[in-house]
C-alpha cells in the first residue's frame, strides 16, 4: 500500500493560523438566504486493504484499483448535494451510493456504499476576495458486501459494517471575479472510525444567475476497523485511499 497523508498537523496549523487571522478580521456579512442543490459525475481510485469474517476465519486482501479499473466496474452510481447559504453560515447536505461489481478476479465481488453528511460552516474571516470558515458536522457511511472464492477459499460471505463520525475542519472561498472562484476544505472525522480525513477543491463557474458548474478533486482515507481483531466473527478491516476527479453542477436560487 502506499503511503497516505496525515492531515491532523496541516488541520491543527490551518485552524490556528485562520482563528488568528480572525481576529483582525471581520466575519462575513449575513445577507439573504440562498439555496442549491446540484449532481455530478466522477472517477475514482482505490488502494489500501479489506479484510471480512469468514467460516474459516478472518481473510485480509490489497486493493489496487486505478480510475479506469473501479469505472470499469460501477454497476450503477448516485450522488446528490444541497446548500443553504446567507454569507455568514453555510448547511451542507450530501448523499452518495455507489455499486461495484468484479467477476473477473480471484474473488467475485458485489459492493454497495453508501454515505452522507450533514455539515455546518461558520464563515469566520472575510480577508479581501478570500473567506474562510470553520466546518462541523456528522458523516456516515455503510458497505455491504457479496463476496464469493470460485477457488474454494471460503464459502460465499456478505460482510456489511457502517459506521459515524463526527467532522471538525476548514473551508476557505477564493472569489476570482464575478463568475469563478476556488472552493477549498479539509476536515478529519472522530468517532466509530480509527482516522478519517478529508481534503477537497473545487473551480467553480457561474455563468447564469441560477445557474453553477464544477470541475473537482477529493482525496479522502479512512481506517476503519483493527488487523488484531481478525479472529472475531464480525471482523471487518476497511483502510483505503481514496482519490476522485469529477465535473459537476448545481441549480441555485
Same mark, same amino acid.
Given at each position: 500500500?502506499?503511503?497516505?497523508?496525515?492531515?491532523?498537523?496541516?488541520?491543527?496549523?490551518?485552524?490556528? %493560523?485562520?482563528?488568528?487571522?480572525?481576529?483582525?478580521?471581520?466575519?462575513?456579512?449575513?445577507?439573504?438566504?440562498?439555496?442549491?442543490?446540484?449532481?455530478?459525475?466522477?472517477?475514482?481510485?482505490?488502494?489500501?486493504?479489506?479484510?471480512?469474517? /469468514?467460516?474459516? @476465519?478472518?481473510?485480509?486482501?490489497?486493493?489496487?484499483?486505478?480510475?479506469?479499473?473501479?469505472?470499469?466496474?460501477?454497476?450503477?452510481?448516485?450522488?446528490?448535494?444541497?446548500?443553504?447559504?446567507?454569507?455568514?453560515?453555510?448547511?451542507? $447536505?450530501?448523499?452518495?451510493?455507489?455499486?461495484? #461489481?468484479?467477476?473477473?478476479?480471484?474473488? #467475485?465481488?458485489?459492493?454497495?456504499?453508501?454515505?452522507?453528511?450533514?455539515?455546518?460552516?461558520?464563515?469566520?474571516?472575510?480577508?479581501?476576495?478570500?473567506?474562510?470558515?470553520? $466546518?462541523?458536522?456528522?458523516?456516515?457511511? !455503510?458497505?455491504?458486501? /457479496?463476496?464469493?472464492?470460485?477457488?474454494?477459499?471460503?464459502?460465499?460471505?456478505?460482510?456489511? !459494517? +457502517?459506521?459515524?463520525?463526527?467532522?471538525?475542519?476548514? %473551508?476557505?472561498?477564493?472569489?476570482? =471575479?464575478?463568475?469563478?472562484?476556488?472552493? =477549498? &476544505?479539509?476536515?478529519?472525522?472522530? @468517532?466509530?472510525?480509527? +482516522?478519517?480525513?478529508?481534503?477537497? /477543491?473545487?473551480?467553480?463557474?457561474?455563468?447564469?444567475?441560477?445557474?453553477?458548474?464544477?470541475? =473537482?478533486?477529493?482525496?479522502?482515507?479512512?481506517?476503519?476497523?483493527?488487523?488484531?481483531?481478525?479472529?472475531?466473527?464480525?471482523?471487518? &478491516?476497511?483502510?483505503?485511499? !481514496?482519490?476522485?476527479?469529477?465535473?459537476?453542477?448545481?441549480?441555485?436560487?
Amino acid at each position: 500500500m502506499t503511503h497516505r497523508f496525515h492531515y491532523p498537523a496541516m488541520l491543527i496549523l490551518a485552524l490556528a %493560523s485562520s482563528i488568528s487571522a480572525a481576529a483582525m478580521a471581520e466575519p462575513a456579512a449575513a445577507k439573504d438566504w440562498h439555496f442549491g442543490i446540484g449532481t455530478g459525475i466522477s472517477s475514482f481510485s482505490l488502494d489500501g486493504d479489506l479484510g471480512f469474517a /469468514t467460516p474459516r @476465519g478472518g481473510f485480509i486482501r490489497d486493493i489496487d484499483l486505478g480510475n479506469d479499473e473501479t469505472s470499469d466496474l460501477v454497476d450503477s452510481a448516485m450522488g446528490a448535494n444541497a446548500i443553504a447559504s446567507n454569507g455568514r453560515w453555510d448547511i451542507l $447536505l450530501s448523499y452518495g451510493t455507489v455499486k461495484l #461489481e468484479d467477476g473477473n478476479s480471484d474473488l #467475485e465481488a458485489e459492493w454497495d456504499r453508501t454515505s452522507g453528511e450533514f455539515a455546518v460552516v461558520y464563515n469566520f474571516a472575510q480577508i479581501c476576495n478570500h473567506t474562510w470558515g470553520i $466546518l462541523a458536522g456528522v458523516r456516515y457511511t !455503510e458497505h455491504e458486501w /457479496t463476496i464469493t472464492s470460485p477457488t474454494g477459499v471460503f464459502p460465499k460471505v456478505k460482510p456489511d !459494517e +457502517d459506521w459515524t463520525d463526527g467532522i471538525v475542519g476548514l %473551508s476557505h472561498v477564493m472569489q476570482i =471575479n464575478k463568475h469563478w472562484m476556488w472552493r =477549498n &476544505r479539509i476536515d478529519a472525522g472522530f @468517532g466509530d472510525t480509527e +482516522d478519517a480525513y478529508l481534503a477537497s /477543491t473545487a473551480l467553480v463557474w457561474h455563468p447564469l444567475d441560477h445557474w453553477q458548474f464544477n470541475l =473537482n478533486a477529493r482525496y479522502m482515507s479512512t481506517d476503519f476497523g483493527d488487523d488484531k481483531d481478525i479472529n472475531d466473527q464480525d471482523f471487518y &478491516r476497511y483502510d483505503v485511499d !481514496e482519490t476522485s476527479f469529477g465535473i459537476g453542477g448545481m441549480f441555485v436560487w
